[in-house]
C-alpha cells in the first residue's frame, strides 16, 4: 500500500507501508529479539526429574514425613503429628495405616504389609532402631524403602542429623544377632551402611 506525502516543493513523495505479512513478520523479529534479551532458550519442555525427596520438615515438631509410592518411586507427604506429637514412632505409625483417600486418588499407594501389625521405633543419637513383625526377605523391596527412609525422616531423632546421615538398624522379626544397618539414600531407598558410607 502506497500513500502521498509531499516534499517541501510540493512533490509528491511515496511511503512504503508494510501489509499483513510484513507487520507479522516484523512481529515474530520483535518477539525473538525480546526473547534473546531476556535469555529465554527455544529448547522445549524439560523432564523434572525424579520425585523431590525434600530435607526434614523444619516446621517444628508437629509435623511427619511418611514415604509412599508412585509409580516413578518413592514419594514423601508431610502429615500433622497426631495430638502435636511427632517422633519415629508416630512416622512408622502414619506410613502403617496407609495413603489417605485424597493420596490414593493422586496415585499414591504402599507396598507395606496391611494388618494388625506392629512396628517399633525408638530414636537414639543420629540412629532409630526398627523392630519390624516380619523378616525383612518376606517383604517386597519397595516396602523396606518405606519403612527405612520413614523412619530417618522423622522429626525428634536426637543430633539434628539429615534423614540421609541417619543410621536405621533393622531388627527382624525371629533373628538374633546383630541388627541391619541402613540409611534412606538421595532416592529414596534403603542403602547399607557401607555403601551409603562409600565402604565395602
Known sequence: MRSERTLGDGRPRARYRPGPRGRAAAGLLLAAALLTGCGVGD??????????????????????????????????????????????????????????????????????????????????????????????????????NQLVCTAAAAPGVPGGREPADVTVRVHESGISGEAWSVRCDENGAAAPVETADGAG
Not at 89 to 109: F, I, K, S, V
Open 43 to 144: 529448547t522445549g519442555p524439560l523432564a523434572a526429574g525424579a520425585p523431590a525427596k525434600g530435607r526434614r520438615t523444619t516446621d517444628g515438631e508437629g509435623r511427619l514425613r511418611v514415604y509412599f509410592l508412585t509409580r516413578h518411586g518413592s514419594w514423601p507427604v508431610t502429615r500433622p503429628a497426631p495430638k502435636g506429637t511427632a517422633g519415629p514412632q508416630a512416622a512408622l505409625d502414619a506410613l502403617l495405616d496407609g495413603p489417605t483417600r485424597a493420596e490414593r486418588g493422586r496415585g499414591l499407594r504402599t507396598a507395606v504389609p496391611r494388618g494388625a501389625h506392629v512396628v517399633r521405633a525408638r530414636a537414639s543419637a543420629g540412629t532409630v532402631d526398627l523392630n519390624l513383625p516380619w523378616v525383612v526377605a518376606e517383604l517386597d523391596r519397595a516396602a523396606v
